[in-house]
């Protein structure tokens, strides 16, 4: 089996990789990156595009696959690469249902690729674009949650000798943050910002732009942890839920200046049935002195959750679907069509793959025998052959049985009609002719009233044994084993001179 499955198999990906030269159905890719197949434009940003992707591999399998590519003057610093790798290898080990996992890294002629997971939803900076009203208290509180959640996960991050590795994410931004249609909210792009801020260039338009959720120490080059992005969650909170800017101002001056002057105005100013609980709330983690703030993004998400019950799963995805349903329905189609283009179908001849088949079919071990049965009656035998030695040697079994079975009745029969008296004239016939036939007892019996018992052959299977010479000896004389042993008691009388018999003492 196992030269011929290694054929089989080698046929099977050739075909494959001859399907993957044909021209794939529906939309085309952009381009193939190793085995990545890169399609349309999903977002932009200052920093990266995010493009919606498919990995390719063998036998028609695929998955959908959301591929970042950094802009240039990222991709094409030494510095900045090296930085970024170390990160990612960082990162990598962040495993939480709200952060979204980075799968692969791919660094190609100049090119910098950030594969990572796919979710269908939309980026929350988009969905508070869309919105035509506040985001509701409840929805606004479930997202946040999550958020948080995922944040302390990776804070909470650690080597495989149980070591912190203390991740900061430094970007935590509405760009960053992706709510999907089933309500989930995710945390993506760690390790970005900081592999950023270690190269000098400060006219980046991405950093300017993130400005508005730098916490002071940040702004100010001071020594960063975890309550970074706690301040930066309370700035996207206090936004989601006011439907205004909180820090960002005309020009970067302005709002570096409005960031460390510290100055919040409580939500509850601009939206009265804010409670004053949630002020509280956004009052602490907006603090300007780290101390002051949450210890943790956990704590922060534990206190919200208490302050503004979070809406269900089901409500969050309504929501999303009613502020961006446009948008997600022709995300969809395009998801659909580039998942043809990839799928099993257009990836897989099925053609070239039953002709590489037929060349050299698979072959697999035929299953274990099962043991033979031997099914016997008074009257016939059924014997299921399934291995012919052992056929053989039932069939010896089956042939000698009976005679010993025929000779005993034989026996038993003559000593019967021995003891009987009888009014014939002729003698009885030799009986030793009889045992002759090892298949039968003799054709006439005047003794109808002695009824021999079945006789069932003995198997070598456990459940069918049984014992024909048992049965025999149960209902025979004992008397009949010394008379079988005495040559001269065959037959056991003679004849007088008038034909009567008598018997001889001896066999008595």
Request: proline fraction near 8%; aromatic fraction near 4%; charged fraction near 20%.
């Amino acid at each position: 089996m196992g030269p011929q499955w290694k054929r089989s198999t080698n046929m099977i990906r050739l075909s494959v990789v001859e399907a993957h030269a044909q021209e794939p159905l529906g939309v085309k890719p952009k381009r193939r990156i190793g085995r990545y197949a890169i399609f349309g434009e999903i977002a932009s940003g200052g920093m990266a595009t995010v493009y919606f992707g498919r990995l390719v591999g063998a036998v028609g399998f695929s998955r959908s696959v959301a591929i970042k590519q950094l802009h240039p003057q990222y991709a094409r610093s030494p510095e900045f690469v090296a930085q970024f790798l170390d990160e990612a290898r960082l990162t990598a080990r962040i495993r939480h249902p709200n952060v979204v996992s980075v799968l692969d890294v791919v660094a190609r002629d100049g090119e910098l690729f950030v594969i990572m997971e796919f979710v269908q939803g939309e980026p929350l900076s988009r969905l508070t674009r869309f919105a035509r009203e506040p985001v509701p208290l409840p929805v606004a509180s479930a997202i946040l949650v999550q958020v948080l959640l995922g944040l302390h996960a990776a804070h909470d991050a650690t080597t495989d000798r149980g070591e912190p590795l203390e991740i900061v994410h430094r970007d935590v931004s509405p760009q960053n943050m992706l709510v999907g249609v089933d309500g989930a909210s995710h945390i993506l792009d760690f390790g970005v910002a900081k592999a950023a801020s270690r190269v000098h260039t400060t006219e980046n338009g991405q950093i300017k732009g993130k400005l508005a959720y730098m916490a002071p120490e940040q702004l100010r080059n001071m020594p960063l942890d975890r309550r970074v992005d706690v301040f930066a969650a309370g700035i996207v909170l206090w936004e989601l839920i006011t439907g205004r800017r909180l820090f960002a101002k005309g020009d970067p001056g302005a709002t570096v200046t409005a960031v460390l002057a510290g100055h919040v105005q409580p939500p509850s100013q601009l939206r009265p049935e804010i409670s004053p609980e949630l002020d509280a709330l956004l009052l602490k983690a907006l603090a300007p002195a780290p101390d002051d703030r949450f210890a943790t993004a956990r704590d922060m998400a534990v206190a919200l959750e208490a302050c503004v019950p979070p809406a269900g799963s089901l409500k969050v995805g309504a929501w999303v679907e009613q502020v961006a349903g446009d948008s997600l329905q022709e995300r969809a189609l395009r998801l659909r069509e580039a998942e043809e283009s990839t799928g099993v179908n257009a990836v897989l001849d099925q053609a070239a793959l039953q002709r590489s088949l037929a060349a050299s079919p698979i072959s697999f071990a035929p299953p274990a025998l099962e043991a033979p049965r031997v099914t016997s009656n008074s009257n016939a035998e059924t014997v299921t052959q399934r291995s012919s030695s052992w056929v053989r040697r039932q069939r010896t079994r089956a042939l000698l049985l009976p005679a010993l079975v025929g000779i005993g009745a034989a026996l038993l029969t003559a000593a019967v009609f021995g003891l009987r008296p009888s009014h014939e004239s002729k003698p009885l016939a030799n009986t030793a002719a009889s045992t002759s036939l090892p298949s039968a007892a003799p054709a006439a019996s005047p003794a109808p009233e002695l009824t021999l018992p079945p006789v069932t052959l003995a198997s070598d299977l456990p459940q069918e044994v049984t014992s024909s010479q048992a049965t025999v000896q149960e209902h025979a004389p004992k008397k009949a084993v010394k008379r079988r042993v005495l040559a001269n008691c065959v037959p056991p009388y003679v004849l007088d001179a008038q034909g009567r018999k008598k018997f001889k003492p001896e066999c008595f």
